[in-house]
């Protein structure tokens, strides 16, 4: 290039050109923390392993799929967003519940059914006990001979009673 | 030649059983005694027998002989030597023959005891006991042998086989696969014996239970004999239970005890039933009630230590503790199947003998409260079964596996235990037969007044806001007051009557009515284990950070800083990578810990072992994560601080020391003993007819 | 035992009602119930003994979307219906798994070896993986057939596989021939086992 100015230009183009694309790299949102990626992959299940959670899972596939997590919230991507994809991606396993659709209803379903029926149970044998509440109620009244005898004794063994208790 | 011999006992032991099983009921039919008796002690022959196997197993075990395929499984040269011994049952040949060996322990400890007042039940929890042991001890004859040895064949392949198979000649391996690094802990010495002897000790009862169903003995007899067997079960099954959550706590890495894995709730679900038992057999001893709820229940305990069992070790469940799948699963399946069936039958068989003597006559009298205490316990293991059969259910009829997981279990199981802690507080109060709202209401408005206070201050002073926290805290603590109210009453009483020293006959009270005041200690245990369980469920956090050597980071009031680092190889195969982190409370050093990361060559696993400094307030955990390279220019930690978790394991002390209390024999009066001298000559006289 | 002054005989012989069994209506409950359990649970094990497809049996049929940039046949995803009449060898792989690393060159020559012939057809089945980390695996190894993630694990679930590597061979009439689990030491093995198949 022979004329001066135009080299300056050139490159002062070059140099705000790298400037501006420094400058959007560090405008970018700082790589989400290892806590807020934990945050998400408690409540996920690892895919491979049994039963274990992905925050505490050891394998190189977990360290993957956290890194995964990562990328994605550094994306925009929220937390529903997040376990739907590992929903799509590797079936409803990796849910720490069922979701709640179709069949998987039964899951939260069953208990309280059947512990309603076991609380019907329990009222069933309390009626029992309030119709022998009334009678002996009843009772009460009719039998009016005040047993002196019968009280005494009564009291007598009622205080045997406390005493060994 | 010593796995031949070890072999040739425990087939002996099988030969016993099946011998003690016929001749039990073949004596009960004719009428004859002495072979009832040749059954009996041929119950008590079988434990020597397999105690010798099973020393001998160990015996290969600690002497590295690798030409047993389950020593090469399960040791290696380079395991230490306690390791090396109680890998026996770290493999699933070998802690079968261990069960046998327990299950033997017991059915013998039973022979042992005074038959004469129950001659008739004899024959039938001989049978039930050699029963159970002929299936132990046949699994380990025909499926799982831990002395089958390695052949090498004409092709060059290896097998195990217990008898030389043509053409193949005996193979030794150089060195042994060596135990899952996971296990490598002490409490792989107790925490697997532990439980098995929590399961085992349950057929005791059990077979107790049907004999009384066989025979129509339906009155408290039964209860009577089992008491202490029951309590002694359930011990053991809770340290079981207990030990595994502070393995977890203290290996997995995974900042808690209990993950509901489907293995653990296996182990839970006989201890539900069974705590409940213990509760329940009160009622038919004070009231002659509750006969049907305590069959029932002892059964179920039974069948769901078996139907435990056969989760864990048939691959039907998926879960961070299974065994490597085995042929033994049908097996299993076809022992439950008939336990079911027959326990079931005889209980609908002799339903009618089971009614109940008194009945039920107010709302809120002890025997009310103790039936509530037995639907909730019911109510979670419902939940618990389903939770756990749930996720087989959605394969079968969906294809898609799932997970039922921790937030299931917690909401649902967290209001029923809430209930039983706050159970456990009233109850003592209410009397037998007949209990008022207002008796109820004067004998505990204090203890609730002071925990309500207690609970405000927690909410104002510690901005304690959690709900759940709340209630869970005022319940605990309501409950803890009242018992030891009860302590406070009885003691002060004897103090005044008898001018003693209070502490003196706070002593004594125990020595007159062991099992109430044991059991009041075991209440009070279970409130500190609540406690403990309440801190970390809703008060634990965490935090995770990758640090240069020199940096910190701060979790509540701790500030924990990376101070040094050491990389090196060990001399048991391992690499150990060592970090020193200082700990800082509130601005005040308070000392180091060294969490470090274990990789075995041998298995290729890495372990991490987390730094924890505990005190009574609180855990702090500090793991070395090893997901990422450790150096000293960059290595992550996690960091847990559990609030009040040592309240759960100093409650499990007290839990043991209140069982023992609770299960000591009291020292019989001379009077009764000399009446149990004449009545055993008296029923020998009649018994020779 | 309550002692009950208030009773008098007539009441007494009224509350001691003649003793009977359990009703017959929970009896049928506690055993439907019991079969209910233990059905369950033999099922359950019936399926943990059972072990990967067995050879000689018919494949169910599935559709694998590929990653971008794969295409068979000019579609982006294909069908296992659609390949009637042809061999498919059908790998289970992933990034994460070191020794799929062992055979991804050898399956990938014996793609190129096959493909004109257009008799036989490789699929890859990425099991539980990562994008990124799969795409890295592809382009390490330059692996051009066709390669599409096990979405749901649906795929695996039908073949019912253990881990990975696994290779599958289907035959011209859509059934299980031959069965690779672990990966091939050398390409001869691959064509020897096609070859077979292509014979029939």
Request: include cysteine; charge should be positive; glycine fraction near 8%.
């Given at each position: 290039m022979k004329n001066p100015l135009i080299k300056l230009a050139v490159l002062a183009f070059f140099f705000g050109a790298a400037m501006g694309i420094t400058s959007t790299v560090s405008a970018q949102e700082p790589m989400p923390s290892d806590n807020e990626v934990n945050a998400i992959a408690r409540d996920l299940f690892c895919p491979v392993c049994e039963n274990t959670p992905l925050d505490v899972c050891a394998t190189q596939a977990c360290a993957q799929w956290r890194e995964l997590i990562r990328l994605k919230l550094s994306e925009g991507w929220n937390e529903d967003q997040i376990k739907q994809y590992f929903v799509d991606q590797y079936g409803a396993r990796v849910l720490s519940e069922p979701p709640k659709q179709g069949l998987f209803w039964l899951v939260y379903v069953i208990p309280p059914i059947l512990i309603f029926i076991g609380v019907i149970i329990f009222i069933k044998a309390l009626r029992n006990i309030r119709a022998i509440e009334k009678e002996e109620m009843a009772l009460e009244q009719t039998a009016n001979e005040p047993d002196e005898y019968m009280s005494k004794i009564e009291e007598e063994l009622k205080g045997l009673k406390n005493a060994n208790r | 030649?010593?796995?031949?011999?070890?072999?040739?006992?425990?087939?002996?032991?099988?030969?016993?059983?099946?011998?003690?099983?016929?001749?039990?009921?073949?004596?009960?039919?004719?009428?004859?005694?002495?072979?009832?008796?040749?059954?009996?002690?041929?119950?008590?022959?079988?434990?020597?027998?397999?105690?010798?196997?099973?020393?001998?197993?160990?015996?290969?075990?600690?002497?590295?002989?690798?030409?047993?395929?389950?020593?090469?499984?399960?040791?290696?040269?380079?395991?230490?030597?306690?390791?090396?011994?109680?890998?026996?049952?770290?493999?699933?040949?070998?802690?079968?023959?261990?069960?046998?060996?327990?299950?033997?322990?017991?059915?013998?400890?039973?022979?042992?005891?005074?038959?004469?007042?129950?001659?008739?039940?004899?024959?039938?929890?001989?049978?039930?006991?050699?029963?159970?042991?002929?299936?132990?001890?046949?699994?380990?004859?025909?499926?799982?042998?831990?002395?089958?040895?390695?052949?090498?064949?004409?092709?060059?392949?290896?097998?195990?086989?217990?008898?030389?198979?043509?053409?193949?000649?005996?193979?030794?391996?150089?060195?042994?696969?060596?135990?899952?690094?996971?296990?490598?802990?002490?409490?792989?010495?107790?925490?697997?014996?532990?439980?098995?002897?929590?399961?085992?000790?349950?057929?005791?009862?059990?077979?107790?239970?049907?004999?009384?169903?066989?025979?129509?003995?339906?009155?408290?007899?039964?209860?009577?004999?089992?008491?202490?067997?029951?309590?002694?079960?359930?011990?053991?099954?809770?340290?079981?239970?207990?030990?595994?959550?502070?393995?977890?706590?203290?290996?997995?890495?995974?900042?808690?005890?209990?993950?509901?894995?489907?293995?653990?709730?296996?182990?839970?679900?006989?201890?539900?039933?069974?705590?409940?038992?213990?509760?329940?057999?009160?009622?038919?001893?004070?009231?002659?009630?509750?006969?049907?709820?305590?069959?029932?229940?002892?059964?179920?305990?039974?069948?769901?230590?078996?139907?435990?069992?056969?989760?864990?070790?048939?691959?039907?469940?998926?879960?961070?503790?299974?065994?490597?799948?085995?042929?033994?699963?049908?097996?299993?399946?076809?022992?439950?199947?008939?336990?079911?069936?027959?326990?079931?039958?005889?209980?609908?068989?002799?339903?009618?003998?089971?009614?109940?003597?008194?009945?039920?006559?107010?709302?809120?009298?002890?025997?009310?409260?103790?039936?509530?205490?037995?639907?909730?316990?019911?109510?979670?293991?419902?939940?618990?079964?389903?939770?756990?059969?749930?996720?087989?259910?959605?394969?079968?009829?969906?294809?898609?596996?799932?997970?039922?997981?921790?937030?299931?279990?917690?909401?649902?199981?967290?209001?029923?235990?809430?209930?039983?802690?706050?159970?456990?507080?009233?109850?003592?109060?209410?009397?037998?037969?007949?209990?008022?709202?207002?008796?109820?209401?004067?004998?505990?408005?204090?203890?609730?007044?002071?925990?309500?206070?207690?609970?405000?201050?927690?909410?104002?002073?510690?901005?304690?806001?959690?709900?759940?926290?709340?209630?869970?805290?005022?319940?605990?603590?309501?409950?803890?007051?009242?018992?030891?109210?009860?302590?406070?009453?009885?003691?002060?009483?004897?103090?005044?009557?008898?001018?003693?020293?209070?502490?003196?006959?706070?002593?004594?009270?125990?020595?007159?009515?062991?099992?109430?005041?044991?059991?009041?200690?075991?209440?009070?245990?279970?409130?500190?284990?609540?406690?403990?369980?309440?801190?970390?469920?809703?008060?634990?956090?965490?935090?995770?950070?990758?640090?240069?050597?020199?940096?910190?980071?701060?979790?509540?009031?701790?500030?924990?800083?990376?101070?040094?680092?050491?990389?090196?190889?060990?001399?048991?195969?391992?690499?150990?990578?060592?970090?020193?982190?200082?700990?800082?409370?509130?601005?005040?050093?308070?000392?180091?810990?060294?969490?470090?990361?274990?990789?075995?060559?041998?298995?290729?696993?890495?372990?991490?072992?987390?730094?924890?400094r505990s005190t009574i307030e609180d855990d702090l955990y500090v793991l070395l994560v090893d997901w990422q390279p450790i150096t000293t220019e960059g290595a992550t930690f996690k960091i847990y601080h559990n609030p009040l978790v040592n309240w759960l394991w100093w409650g499990t002390y007290l839990l043991i020391i209140g069982s023992l209390v609770a299960m000591w024999p009291q020292k019989e009066k001379s009077s009764v003993r000399e009446q149990r001298k004449v009545s055993k000559s008296t029923i020998l006289d009649q018994s020779e007819a | 035992m309550q002692i009950d002054k208030k009773t008098s005989p007539d009441q007494v012989q009224e509350r001691s009602k003649p003793k009977k069994g359990m009703p017959l209506a929970a009896q049928i409950v506690v055993w439907l119930a019991i079969l209910a359990i233990l059905g369950l649970v033999a099922v359950g094990l019936a399926r943990t003994q059972q072990g990967n497809v067995q050879i000689g049996d018919q494949i169910p049929d599935f559709t694998l979307k590929f990653f971008d940039g794969y295409t068979y046949d000019g579609k982006s995803e294909l069908k296992l219906s659609d390949l009637k009449g042809k061999v498919v060898v059908l790998n289970f792989w992933a990034s994460w798994c070191i020794p799929c690393e062992d055979e991804a060159a050898e399956l990938e020559s014996s793609w190129r070896y096959y493909q004109d012939a257009g008799q036989v057809v490789f699929i890859g089945v990425d099991y539980v993986d990562t994008e990124p980390e799969a795409r890295g695996y592809l382009t390490k190894f330059d692996i051009t057939y066709p390669n599409g993630p096990d979405l749901a694990t649906k795929i695996s679930q039908l073949f019912r596989i253990k881990g990975v590597p696994e290779t599958y061979f289907i035959d011209k009439d859509g059934k299980l021939a031959y069965t690779q689990i672990g990966p091939f030491s050398t390409e001869a093995q691959i064509h020897n086992i096609i070859d077979g198949l292509l014979a029939k």
């Open positions: - | 030649m010593i796995p031949d011999f070890g072999y040739g006992l425990i087939l002996i032991s099988f030969g016993l059983a099946i011998y003690s099983i016929i001749a039990s009921v073949l004596g009960y039919y004719k009428r004859s005694f002495k072979l009832v008796d040749s059954a009996r002690l041929a119950m008590q022959l079988m434990f020597p027998l397999i105690t010798i196997a099973s020393v001998l197993l160990m015996y290969l075990l600690a002497t590295d002989a690798y030409y047993v395929s389950f020593v090469y499984e399960v040791t290696s040269r380079s395991m230490p030597m306690y390791l090396k011994i109680t890998a026996l049952w770290g493999g699933q040949a070998g802690s079968l023959l261990f069960w046998a060996w327990t299950l033997t322990a017991f059915s013998a400890a039973v022979t042992l005891r005074e038959w004469d007042r129950d001659r008739d039940l004899l024959p039938w929890v001989v049978v039930v006991n050699s029963v159970t042991a002929a299936f132990f001890i046949g699994l380990v004859v025909f499926f799982e042998n831990p002395f089958a040895k390695f052949w090498q064949t004409i092709d060059g392949s290896v097998i195990s086989a217990m008898f030389q198979p043509a053409g193949a000649v005996p193979f030794t391996a150089p060195d042994g696969q060596g135990l899952n690094p996971l296990l490598r802990h002490p409490g792989m010495i107790i925490h697997p014996p532990m439980l098995y002897l929590g399961f085992v000790s349950y057929v005791i009862p059990f077979s107790f239970a049907l004999a009384a169903l066989i025979t129509g003995r339906t009155d408290d007899r039964w209860t009577r004999i089992t008491r202490r067997w029951a309590i002694v079960a359930w011990l053991f099954l809770s340290i079981g239970l207990v030990l595994g959550g502070r393995w977890a706590y203290d290996v997995l890495g995974w900042g808690g005890y209990w993950g509901w894995d489907p293995v653990e709730i296996a182990a839970l679900m006989p201890w539900l039933v069974g705590t409940a038992f213990l509760h329940s057999v009160m009622i038919q001893e004070q009231r002659g009630m509750f006969k049907e709820w305590n069959m029932i229940l002892i059964i179920l305990t039974y069948i769901l230590v078996i139907f435990g069992t056969f989760l864990t070790r048939s691959g039907v469940l998926s879960s961070v503790h299974a065994f490597a799948q085995s042929a033994i699963g049908p097996a299993f399946f076809i022992f439950i199947g008939i336990t079911i069936v027959i326990s079931v039958s005889l209980l609908i068989y002799r339903w009618s003998d089971l009614k109940a003597e008194s009945e039920l006559t107010s709302l809120l009298s002890r025997e009310s409260l103790f039936l509530l205490n037995n639907l909730l316990f019911i109510s979670i293991l419902i939940v618990c079964f389903w939770g756990v059969l749930f996720p087989l259910i959605s394969e079968l009829v969906t294809g898609q596996k799932v997970t039922v997981g921790p937030p299931f279990y917690e909401r649902a199981t967290g209001p029923l235990f809430a209930g039983l802690l706050f159970l456990m507080g009233i109850a003592p109060l209410s009397a037998w037969g007949k209990t008022t709202l207002k008796t109820l209401g004067r004998s505990s408005w204090k203890s609730a007044a002071i925990s309500t206070v207690v609970v405000l201050g927690f909410v104002i002073f510690l901005k304690m806001y959690n709900p759940y926290a709340i209630i869970g805290f005022a319940v605990v603590i309501f409950s803890a007051l009242i018992t030891l109210h009860e302590f406070w009453r009885a003691a002060s009483a004897r103090s005044r009557v008898q001018k003693e020293n209070l502490f003196v006959a706070l002593w004594r009270i125990f020595g007159k009515n062991r099992r109430r005041y044991g059991g009041y200690l075991i209440h009070l245990s279970v409130i500190m284990m609540a406690i403990g369980i309440i801190g970390l469920e809703m008060f634990q956090t965490e935090t995770q950070g990758t640090l240069r050597q020199g940096e910190s980071i701060t979790i509540r009031d701790y500030k924990v800083t990376y101070t040094d680092l050491a990389i090196f190889d060990t001399n048991d195969n391992r690499n150990l990578a060592r970090a020193v982190v200082s700990i800082e409370k509130n601005g005040k050093y308070v000392g180091e810990l060294y969490p470090r990361r274990d990789y075995f060559y041998e298995s290729q696993q890495p372990m991490t072992i987390p730094g924890v | -």
